[in-house]
């Protein structure tokens, strides 16, 4: 049970991170003429 609870925020804060990243990228790709990678 504690160790879930002390994973859970982990995930949560992994995928939050993620998301970030690929919001970034995708304003990166936006600016620069929506370059695929």
């Known amino acids: 049970m504690h160790k879930r609870l002390l994973l859970y925020p982990n995930e949560l ?3 939050q991170k ?3 990243i ?11 003429g929506c370059k695929v990678t």
């Open 18 to 20: 993620k998301a970030e």
């Open 13 to 15: 804060n992994k995928s």
């Open 22 to 32: 690929k919001s970034k990228q995708f304003l990166g790709l936006s600016k620069s």
